[in-house]
């Protein structure tokens, strides 16, 4: 039997405290509640989940590394590094499967800083403003996009 492909699942600083960090803009939900959602949408699926999250850039770059050839996607939020990570966008450039970009909020509508993504360049979509749902959004997109690649790939 075959290993089932993999979705990562990145996740910068900060994101560590939802739940309790802002909750008037972040909700309720933890990381915690978060993965579960990923892992159940993903099992449902027929994929697995590695979720991941730091508060630290080089981590978050070395799981890019780590994975870039053997995910079959990447969800990645890479909270205030999405807005300041040269070196985070240069290592996704590495990553030979879709990526999908998230955001909590509906970043277009906060801060003049938290306009411009470093990590949009290389995403086939972002997902802003969708709370937690955002992340199943983002799962289930990358499932049909590996499953699409799979099926013309099977057809040739």
């Known amino acids: 039997m075959s ?16 739940g309790t960090r802002e909750p008037h803009l972040y909700g309720t939900a933890t990381l915690a509640d978060i993965e579960k959602s990923c892992r159940r949408t993903a099992d449902d699926l027929g994929f697995d989940i590695d ?17 870039r050839e053997s995910a079959a996607g990447f969800v990645v939020n890479a909270a205030a590094y999405t807005h300041t990570s040269v070196a985070l966008h240069d290592a996704l ?3 030979a499967a879709p990526i999908v970009e998230v955001h909590l909020t ?21 997902i802003a403003g969708c709370g937690p749902d955002g992340y199943e959004f983002a799962v289930r997109h990358l499932a049909a996009l590996a499953l699409d690649t799979e099926k013309k790939e099977s057809s040739r």
Do not use: M, Y
Not at 51 to 67: K, T
Not at 106 to 126: D, G, L, Q, Y
């Open 3 to 18: 290993a089932r492909p993999t979705i990562a699942v990145l996740n910068g600083p900060n994101l560590n405290l939802l």
């Open 51 to 67: 979720f991941r999250q730091s508060n630290h850039e080089g981590a978050l770059i070395d799981v890019v590394h780590e994975l």
């Open 93 to 95: 450039v590495t990553v």
């Open 106 to 126: 509906n970043v277009h509508a906060r801060e003049e800083f938290r306009h411009r993504s470093f990590v949009a360049p290389v995403a086939k979509a972002v």
